[in-house]
């Protein structure tokens, strides 16, 4: 007789203090813990995290998913006030997927109990030279700052980002490792759209031709793998390919297109397997529509790992 | 018939992943963690730290002193290479004690595996503008990040710090708080020779008539104290009466003297019951003797606190 999966009734946790409470109880009960971080406004590529992290603990492990709109991380004219907040669907969406424990969803006063900008920061210097980092500043210091919070909350063993923000991801694991958080940090795949577009809470902002359009990100992104696979090792023509596939979009903007090591973030002069990440590469690009900002990468492989 | 207290043999921990593994199997049976950072040279100072972890978590709990001269957070000139390294003795003295658990003491590359200046830091603005922090330009940066990183690998309820270092624990109270990390701070009362001179590491350094002049630090802050006691309110007024007092040794050098709120670090204009900190401030020195640099300060009560 075959036996149905444990349903998990989720939590609402909203004190830091209630939520520490929560995680020191499970690792006290031996279960392993993992967090989802997300800004909310939840769809099928956040959900797909939950349930890798709900495969990593296992049935008896433990599994919260934190929802925050995190005021430092946006930029002055950037889009805050604008982000969707979707609390009641958001919590809707991870209770059918019968495998969350926690909902982690703080007050900005209570991640930020002596207001803000806050008094303590965590920042990773370098990695965010270039990319987003270049384009959005102290962006990232938001980032690395908000998630260090809601690790020291949370108290996960493990912790599931999308490798959507592959920058962010980066910046995250070295931060992580370089503090000693003793947290294994996940990146899960990209999760798409039919056409290739990748998923996002930023979509819904598209209208319906640029929408359309704006499957020439991940178009890009191919064009650059295909290129590799054929044999070209050049960053600048490997970008300039992806350029001339964006610009196919009338209504696309780039804002940039850039090819690094996938760990140290940094350009390089040609591609090759002996590179500090042993032949891994970064290829991102950012894309307004209007003003929608979109953002999609791939790894690209050189050498026996291709 | 009387029964002795329980003597706990400390076990020596070298790399993060140990010290976390021991940290999270005394959390998981239950006991109370504390830790006391150290940079070694041990002295009554520091063990009255390690009792004071000891009656806080009681004869079930569990107490690390961790031992690091922390590289980055001496400046250049400062004496990171000339900083008494005294692990041998450190631990018998520890070990004397009868009341330590585990012993911390990881490599420099345990504590940054990504080598110096470490990509991932953690500060705290603000708090570090006076005091040593006006003097000693990244000192407290290279503080808060060391003491995050021995947080994240010890893991303790509470950790113990001296008063003497008063601008420190202000600004490791507020990260600690601001951050979350959810770990009592408590700070221990100054532990100071029969003439009043705080101990120190760095008393060593003295020659036996710098020693002797030492004593003008404790005297000068007494000194302020009796101003207070007497209406004075001015912080100008205490701080030249404080100079004055520090200039009757010779051999002294005065770095700063200065009166600040007790919790913001601040100057202030006047001394009140409705300051920040409802009427603490703290009143502090640094004054040299030759190259040794030596630091005192006292809390100054206005108000019905006093």
């Known amino acids: 007789m075959p036996t149905s999966p444990p349903v998990y009734e989720s939590t ?20 392993r813990l993992a967090l989802v971080p997300t800004l909310g406004a939840l769809h099928a590529g ?42 009641d669907a958001d919590r809707d969406a991870l209770d059918e997927t019968g495998t969350v424990d926690a909902v982690f969803v703080p007050t900005v006063e209570a991640m930020y109990p002596f ?8 920042a990773v210097r370098d990695l965010d030279r270039h990319l987003c980092g270049a384009h959005r500043p102290g ?11 809601l690790f020291l909350a949370c108290r ?11 920058q962010q ?19 899960h795949p990209i999760v798409r759209e039919a056409d290739g577009l990748a998923l996002s809470s930023r979509n819904a902002y598209l209208s319906a031709q640029e929408r359309a359009q704006a499957v020439v990100l991940s178009q890009a992104l191919r064009a650059a793998q295909a290129a590799v696979a054929r044999g070209e ?22 804002q940039y297109v850039e090819v690094v090591d996938a760990e140290t973030l940094q350009p390089v002069e ?10 891994r590469y970064l290829a991102a690009l950012a894309v307004f529509f209007g003003a929608t900002r979109l953002i999609d990468n791939v790894t690209l492989r050189v050498g026996e790992q291709a």
């Open 12 to 31: 609402l946790f909203t004190t830091v203090a209630a939520m520490q409470a929560e995680a020191d109880a499970a690792r006290a009960a031996g279960r």
């Open 46 to 87: 956040h959900l797909a995290l939950v349930r890798e992290a709900r495969d990593r603990v296992g049935p008896g492990g433990h599994v919260t998913v934190s929802i925050f709109v995190n005021p430092t991380q946006f930029g002055p004219g950037e889009d805050f006030e604008a982000y969707p907040r979707t609390l």
């Open 115 to 122: 207001g803000l900008p806050p008094f303590a920061t965590v």
């Open 139 to 149: 962006h990232f210091a938001g980032v690395t700052t908000v998630v260090a919070r």
């Open 156 to 166: 996960p063993h493990l912790a599931v980002f999308g490798q959507k923000d592959a």
């Open 169 to 187: 991801l980066a910046i995250l694991r070295r931060m992580t490792a370089d503090l000693g958080f003793g947290i294994e940090l996940v990146g």
């Open 233 to 254: 090792r050049d960053p600048a023509v490997l970008a300039r390919a992806m350029e001339a596939q964006v610009a196919t979009a009338p209504l696309a903007r780039v």
């Open 270 to 279: 040609a591609l090759s397997e002996g590179g500090p990440s042993g032949g």
